[in-house]
Nanobody, 125 residues
Framework: QVQLVESGGGLVQAGDSLRLSCTIS???????MGWFRQAPGKDREFVAAISWSGSITHYADSVKGRFTISRDNTKNTVYLQMNSLKPADTAVYYC???????????????????WGQGTQVTVSS
């Protein structure tokens, strides 16, 4: 059974940085991993994704240049480094895993099979 557990969220000021971690239990080392977020009253939206090897990454335009996704398969962990945070980044952040084949990443919710419980990120102005 696969479980994803996010950590690292918190309350920060605009311009600060945070690093989210997603610890994976179960056999998902060949899965693409993604980060999504959901603000109150809004749909869950794509943030970033990384292929199983880590060689391919994809970002939402709203975070490109500020966020970096990475993974360490030896530690079964995926990271989201978030810099220059803005109040608009406030949301619950979810880690997700999906079997998309080698060299592929996805940006849509339905492409992912497993989800964490989410971690809250709040950015004050």
């Amino acid at each position: 059974q696969v479980q994803l557990v996010e950590s690292g969220g918190g309350l920060v000021q605009a311009g600060d940085s945070l690093r989210l971690s997603c610890t994976i239990s179960g056999t998902v080392e060949t899965y693409a991993m993604g980060w999504f977020r959901q603000a109150p009253g809004k749909d869950r939206e794509f943030v970033a994704a990384i292929s199983w090897s880590g060689s391919i990454t994809h970002y939402a335009d709203s975070v490109k240049g500020r966020f970096t996704i990475s993974r360490d398969n030896t530690k079964n962990t995926v990271y989201l480094q978030m810099n220059s945070l803005k109040p608009a980044d406030t949301a619950v952040y979810y880690c997700a895993g999906g079997d998309m084949g080698v060299g592929s990443v996805g940006s849509r919710v339905f492409e992912y099979d497993y989800w964490g419980q989410g971690t809250q990120v709040t950015v004050s102005s």
